[in-house]
């Protein structure tokens, strides 16, 4: 099995907005998971309709957002610990 560049498992993110009394859940990736092998170099494109959650899955996996489940690993190390 080869060893794991980057692995997301089960990521989600979901904001809460509003205030106490009209407080909203927008839910902005649901179980997320991907994988890219360490060693050959590849080119990986998040794609999909505006509003889907790319940015959002940028910024969790270089720390800038906290995912509210999952798990992301990078190089094995869990990084959202």
Same mark, same amino acid.
């Given at each position: 099995? /080869?060893?794991?560049?980057?692995? #997301?498992?089960?990521?989600?993110?979901?904001?809460?907005? =509003?205030?106490?009394?009209?407080?909203?859940?927008? #839910? /902005?990736?649901?179980?997320?998971?991907? *994988?890219?092998? /360490? @060693?050959?170099?590849?080119?990986?494109?998040?794609? @999909?309709?505006?509003?889907? =959650?790319?940015? !959002?899955?940028?910024?969790?996996?270089?720390? #800038? #957002? !906290?995912? *509210? *489940?999952?798990?992301?690993?990078?190089? =094995?190390?869990?990084? !959202? /610990?």
């Amino acid at each position: 099995m /080869a060893e794991k560049l980057l692995e #997301l498992k089960n990521v989600s993110k979901v904001f809460r907005i =509003g205030g106490m009394l009209s407080r909203k859940k927008i #839910l /902005a990736t649901d179980n997320v998971s991907l *994988s890219i092998d /360490a @060693g050959e170099p590849v080119i990986l494109s998040i794609v @999909g309709e505006s509003g889907c =959650g790319k940015t !959002t899955i940028g910024k969790m996996i270089v720390g #800038l #957002l !906290t995912p *509210s *489940s999952g798990q992301i690993f990078y190089n =094995g190390s869990d990084i !959202t /610990a």
